[in-house]
């Protein structure tokens, strides 16, 4: 095994970063199982009595729809914070998927330290190119899409209302309400495919970098290694 | 010298119906053809989806007599997975059936058929007292006074004077072959109005049971109209009550005005007994009584050459009865187009082979039509109201007889002349009067079960594909307003593999097949004189006596054929 | 003497002020791309001319708008087509047949030259020139695509004319597009439904005839006034879903209790109609209250949002039998699977690494 010291703790992961983290991962556990029993309720109502005494579905409906409000505003938050935050390691900075050079040296050895084809690990204290774009695709546009189209479908309650005016020309954009809610329950599997992801690539960092990555979400710091 | 006329569109019809005609030098028609000018292929979309949903497919096959292709598509698939329907959901799909029926015919004699004898503009000459004095002595429906048909009249005028005669502009007033009286003329005016008005009636049945009208719901297993005489949200006494009222109304409304009427028109044409046609006549029987659905008020059976005292069975599983030709469709099969198939082992290839458009005539000497030619053990067959009449009468049910007794010896003909174009309309006009009964007694049947507890509707045991057979096949029909129906299906891994209809008026409008033999239109056309070959008021009679129903003639839904894979990867 | 009524005659005996009555006529000039110049000729043309003629067109369709039509009960048909709009051309009605109808349809296109409107049931076929649907020889696409030419404005009956319908459901095999594809200058109207309800078709005409305009529409240019909401908003049913309380079969005691059919794929969430508030066939039931789920028949694409029973549809391009659940469990144990084989991995590589590293520290 190699020989490494520890040199010193750093701080990474400010509190906005942090707070915006684990608000962000119980609202979307929350958003996407009161999501899913919503689209197949497993339980019915106690039968005898009036409908009229029970609410589940309608209670089940007002805390997805309150978390969504509170994940939108979460998600405004962090992109503030991103783009004005002036935090180097969760702003986008350096991020641009659309210029050809990012996709250069850094990327490829991150993949192929991933794909076994190279026994180098690279060592990012921020977010590495790969992690990067994964964050892209499944927090960024995932986190987009449901919301754009989170907010039509609950706009559709109120025809011609704020909302409808904001996000109702999604539904003539995908072609009916069906299709904007088979888009929304989709789109809704990113999160738990992500998240398996997301833990797995944490959990592996810890073992192999052992650079505290698990807990450095929760303090702040990872540490750095040298051989 | 001969010359060629065409009809196109034909109006007062369900879908697009091109009619060309050769007459010969005295007017009258030598050779007819009839051609289907639609196509919308619901075969292709109809594989690989769930069984369950096909009765909403086919039921948009026709939109006139909506509900019978869902009925049929129903029984099919049961018929496949072998489910079997509580005795309730039998009754009410019997019910809904017959209230199609009955508004059908209703709506077809006034509608669809009746300017082909009544001048609505001759109308405008009568005499109220005059009309009025007829109509009393014809029956006892309340709206017959002087003064009634004075309104109308003055109504009447007014439209005609307006300059805009809307549906009934640039149409044939005044042609040679309209026979009524004025005050006829305007008492079928008023019952035209009245029957446009209480149509939308009867058909209040199909909201109960169904939701609504045009196309009510059906669904594989029974029905979903849940019924419970001591719940405020399913079928009670509230709803039956409707549906009673209704049915007694209808009863009275074809008894005290369409029959009437349609004596008291036909008394003033029974001279022109044209259109016999092929004499050959088809029914598949309908309105099960037990789970059999054989067990049918209505029997199933053959008549061959105007022969009533043979009955042939028929039997749709024969690989040897019900066939397709197309010989003169616009489709190609892979044994030749000279073959005839069985459904269950029919093609769809369509390939239109007809002239550029826009076109003037059609080629008939070749291929001229979206529709296949059906034919039973190789005949030409006419289906409908007639083919169901001669056979009950053949059979001796004893209504029918009495009923057709009756008729004819109000019009003082006797039964040769059923065998015509105004036999076709006056056994519609007999059938609608022994569906009113039925309606009744369908009624009756659903009250005493309620009244004897039973209150399921629906039969969830094979409800969930997973309890199906892996590959199944299955055939099922009915008599729809126009004739024979049936629909066959295959299933595998609980899709449809593959579905097929063969259709009244693909019977009826058929072209010719391979033989040359044309179908029952064409055959009806041929030897009708014409007065006045620019206004053809007379094919219009003829082919409206058969009802024609085009959407569902020309769906062309049909089994397998390697085309059809061929035109999905396309 | 012939008293003939006129489109300003028939506005004044509904109470349209002359006011509202001119802004209908800029409209149409305005739909017609006229100089509003041409507004006073316009007007007079209106004051003097008759009912508004209509010319109904069949394409690919099967009739259930025009039987739904006849199912009016306030206006009811009659009245309708006698008194309130000159019915001039429609296949199912029409005395006339064959040229004699024919002629009627381009006499109106000459003589009321953006003065009539077009009414289209069913819809057109693209593919082979056209050769699925043949009207007097003609095809039915330029035959629409004529009859518009001059329309001051176009209604689409139902799904067909309004969003495809079952013909044009996958795979599509005439190529048939609504009307709104073809005529792209026109004010369009869809009404869509399958067919629309009775009251809604009249309701559309009557509106145009009676405030003198036509019908605020949204985004899919379906009138508010009756495509305004979704039914399961307005479901009498509703309670029971707020509830939680469900039919789970057709057998059940909640179908007899009426209970929300959400289970059973109700498609009422998706579907913008007024089923649940103006009812069928003179508000005798609808659907879901004869204990059907709706299967939003009048939305866009409504055949492909099948099985009809289950309230996910299948994913496109996926696989038979794929709803979005499946879909998501299946990526989700991919994921899972995925890691499990990269932790393996990653545990081989370490192992090697090390040993590479530290070949002696083993033996």
Known sequence: MANVNLVKERYIWRLPVRIYHWINAILVSILFLTGLYFASPLFSAPQGGEATWYHGMAWLRYIHLSSAYLFFANFIFRMYWALFGGDKYARFGGFKPWKFKWWGKPFKEQMASYLFLTSKEPHYMGHNPVAAIMYFIFVLCGSIIMIITGFALYSENNPGGFLAVLFGWVIPLVGSSYNLHSIHHLTAWLFPVFFITHIYAVVRHDIVDRTSVTSSMITGYKVELEE | ?570 | MKKIETFAGVFKARGVERRDFLKFCSLISVSLGLAPALVPRIVHAMEHKPRIPVLWLHGLECTCCTESFIRSSHPIAADMILNMISLDYDDTLNAAAGHQFEEIRKQIMEEYKGKYILAVEGNAPLKDNGVYCMVGGQSFTSMLKETAENAMAVISWGSCASFGCVQNAKPNPTGAVPIHKIIKNKPIVNVPGCPPIAEVMTGVITHLLTFGKLPELDRLNRPKAFYGTRIHDKCYRRPFFDAGMFVENFDDEGTRKGWCLYKMGCKGPTTYNSCSTIMWNEGTSFPIKSGHPCIGCSEPGFWDNGPFYTRLAEVPFVASDSGADKVGMYAVGAAAAGMAVHAVGTAIKKAKNDSDSNPTQEG
């Open chain 2, 1 to 570: 010298m001969s010359k060629r006329i065409v009809v196109d569109p034909i109006t007062r019809i369900e879908g697009h119906l091109r009619i060309e005609a050769v007459l010969d030098e005295n007017n009258v028609i030598k050779d007819a053809y009839s051609s289907g000018t639609m196509w919308r292929g619901l075969e292709l979309i109809l594989k690989g989806r769930d069984p369950r949903d096909a009765w909403a497919f086919t039921q948009r096959i026709c939109g006139v007599c909506t509900t019978v292709h869902a009925l049929t598509s129903v029984r099919c698939v049961e018929d496949a997975i072998g489910a079997q329907i509580p005795p309730n959901a039998r009754i009410i799909r019997n019910l809904i059936d017959v209230t199609q029926h009955t508004q059908d015919h209703l709506v077809h004699f006034y509608h669809l058929h009746a300017l082909d004898w009544v001048d609505v503009v001759s109308a405008l000459s009568a005499d109220p007292k005059e009309t009025s004095r007829i109509a009393q002595s014809l029956s006892a429906w309340p709206k017959s006074s002087p003064g009634y048909f004075k309104e109308l009249q003055t109504r009447l005028t007014k439209f005609v004077e307006s300059g805009q005669l809307g549906i009934f502009s640039n149409a044939y007033w005044g042609h040679k072959a309209y026979k009524l009286p004025a005050e006829v003329n305007l008492i079928a005016v008023a019952h035209y109005l009245e029957a446009l008005d209480f149509q939308k009636e009867i058909v209040k049945i199909h909201a109960v049971f169904g939701g609504k009208n045009p196309h009510p719901n059906y669904t594989i297993g029974g029905m979903t109209c849940a019924i419970d005489p001591n719940s405020d949200n399913a079928i009670n006494i509230q709803q039956l009550n409707m549906v009673k009222k209704i049915i007694d109304d209808t009863a009275t409304f074809i008894d005290q005005v369409y029959i009437p009427d349609l004596i008291a028109i036909a008394g003033y044409y029974k001279g022109w007994l044209h259109g016999e046609g092929l004499g050959n006549y088809l029914s598949y029987g309908n309105f099960p009584q037990t789970a059999d659905p054989a067990s049918g008020l209505w029997p199933s059976g053959a008549i061959l050459g105007k022969d009533l005292a043979t009955i042939h069975e028929i039997d749709l599983a024969d690989m040897g009865q019900v066939q397709e030709e197309i010989a003169r469709s616009w489709y190609t099969y892979s044994k030749g187009d000279q073959a005839a198939l069985h459904p269950w082992e029919g093609e769809t290839n369509p390939k239109y082979v007809g002239p550029d458009l826009p076109y003037e005539y059609l080629d008939t000497d070749h291929k001229y039509s979206w529709l296949k030619a059906p034919r039973w053990k190789g005949n030409p067959m006419e289906v409908g109201p007639l083919a169901r009449v001669l056979l009950q009468y053949a059979k001796q049910e004893p209504m029918i007889v009495d009923t057709v007794n009756g008729v004819l010896g109000a019009l003082d003909v006797g039964p040769e002349a059923l065998f015509s174009t105004l036999g076709r309309t006056a056994a519609r006009g007999i059938e609608c009067k022994q569906t009113a009964g039925f309606m009744s007694k369908f009624y009756n049947q659903l009250i005493d079960n309620i009244k004897a507890g039973d209150y399921q509707v629906f039969n969830n045991d094979l409800w969930d594909p997973e309890r199906w057979p892996k590959e199944c096949k299955g055939f099922g029909y009915t008599e729809a307003p126009r004739g024979a129906l049936a629909h066959w299906i295959h299933i595998k891994d609980k899709k449809i593999l593959d579905y097929q209809i063969v259709v009244p008026s693909t019977w009826n409008a058929s072209p010719r097949d391979g033989k040359g033999q044309p179908g029952a239109y064409e055959a009806a056309l041929a030897n009708t004189p014409m007065e006045d070959p620019e206004q053809p008021l007379e094919v219009l009679r003829t082919i409206h006596s058969f009802d024609p129903c085009l959407a569902c003639a020309s769906h062309i839904m049909d089994m397998n054929g390697n085309e059809i894979t061929t035109v999905k990867i396309v």
